[in-house]
């Protein structure tokens, strides 16, 4: 059976809540973020404010010379939340299965409903302006993965449908970096290699597509080609993002537990910024040799998605719960209480954007020539000329239930990937 998916997202979402609380907002350039005086970054801009180049996570300083009449608003998120609960649950009331995945966006499963997809998004959309004056773009098509491009190149307040057959013909003509899991540094490698549009990338040769990102080059293809079985999963919402590792011998040396957490924390954290997130929990998780498993958590003062908060506070946790000498069989960091990357800042404080500049600079490199292409000094051996030190025999392992990681819970490195926004 040909399935029938919606994806909706709410346009500019706070700033459509700030609109509705102040409707002298409607049509000008503001965005939600920083208070004037306060340095930090855009956590959502109007539509008239992206004419003029700006968008989420940009810091505000950047913002305000793009835009010197650009209005700061202070962000209510609990606010936000309320509203996007409204939402929910209306969506959930007129489709069979619905798959929010973040506060602003869901998945339907419209397969099973019997009216055609393209009546049931516009219905749900008119009645989402009617009920509570929010603008919402829809795309329907018959996989996950072309509904949410649908929605985007609707974007804003439309409703696109791709008729099943013609999920590739449609990707062709759009930028690569509207592909799930083309992000940033992926599309600037991509144009380097002159490939610029979806169905350019369809068209790579295999070994082209290996000799550019491995293994993961196939799947892209696939993507390209508008592939994607992945179901719409009732009630899942992305919360955490996690990155574990079990060793093949058990470690009790605190130097070589501190390198494994800290490379965890550098996972966890270059996710986070190519998923455009940034969290304000950080957990640990530590299994012992029997099997005991334990988790600890610490809230941030402030969201993060940078590799060093990570660690420090994972180190901190793992200093409180760990004894000098005890042996330990798996290590798991994890980021939870996602959201988009607003932080404010202290007029003096630019330890955070010169942090966020560098790791932006890594993650390119990275990408590019692969994980150990850059190695921090303490985890290269002493004495050798070349290649980094390993960790100790990590390899994942699928015991108790494991592998479940970016869903609320701790998984392998690679899982945990989210939708890009």
Not at 42 to 65: D, E, H
Request: a neutral charge.
């Amino acid at each position: 059976m040909i399935r029938t998916i919606a994806h909706f997202d709410l346009d500019a979402f706070f700033c459509a809540v700030e609109e509705i609380l102040n409707p002298d907002l409607r049509g000008k350039p503001f965005v939600v973020g920083a208070s004037p005086g306060e340095r930090g970054v855009v956590a959502s801009a109007s539509y008239p404010a992206r004419r003029f180049g700006i968008r989420s996570a940009m810091p505000t300083a950047q913002a305000l010379r793009l835009c010197p009449d650009l209005i700061l608003v202070r962000g209510r998120h609990g606010l936000y939340g309320e509203y996007s609960d409204k939402v929910m649950e209306l969506v959930r009331e007129a489709a069979p299965v619905a798959e929010q995945i973040s506060i602003d966006e869901a998945f339907l499963d419209l397969s099973a409903h019997p009216d055609p997809g393209r009546e049931v998004a516009a219905g749900l959309q008119a009645e989402i302006r009617r009920r509570f004056d929010l603008p919402t773009s829809w795309g329907v098509a018959s996989n996950k993965l072309v509904a949410k491009i649908a929605t985007n190149v609707g974007k804003p307040a439309g409703l696109v449908v791709v008729p099943p057959g013609e999920e590739a013909a449609f990707l062709a003509g759009l930028p690569v970096g509207m592909l799930w899991g083309v992000g940033p540094v992926a599309q600037a490698e991509l144009e380097r290699a002159d490939v610029r549009t979806i169905g350019a990338l369809a068209s790579l040769a295999t070994e082209e597509l290996r000799s550019l990102f491995g293994e993961r080059g196939i799947d892209l293809a696939a993507r390209a080609r508008g592939e994607d079985d992945s179901p719409v999963e009732e009630g899942h919402e992305a919360k955490s993002m996690s990155s574990e590792t079990t060793f093949s011998h058990d470690l009790s040396d605190r130097n070589e537990l501190h390198r494994t957490l800290r490379s965890l924390s550098e996972d966890v954290g270059q996710r986070l910024r190519e998923a455009g997130l940034a969290g304000m929990t950080v957990r640990i998780k530590v299994r012992w040799p029997d099997f005991t498993t334990i988790t600890r958590q610490r809230r941030l003062p402030q969201p993060t998605d940078l590799d060093g908060e990570i660690f420090a506070a994972a180190a901190g946790l793992l200093g409180e719960a760990w004894k000098r000498g005890r042996p330990v069989r798996l290590l798991g960091v994890a980021v939870a209480n996602l959201g988009p990357p607003v932080r404010q800042l202290g007029l003096f404080d630019r330890r955070w954007e010169e942090d966020a500049r560098l790791l932006k600079a890594v993650d390119r490199i990275r990408y590019k020539y692969g994980w150990e292409a850059l190695q921090r000094a303490a985890d290269i051996e002493p004495g050798a000329r070349s290649g980094p030190k390993r960790r100790a025999g990590s390899v994942s392992e699928e015991e108790g239930g494991e592998g479940k990681g970016g869903r609320g819970g701790f998984g392998k490195r690679d899982a945990g990937e989210l939708p890009g926004g």
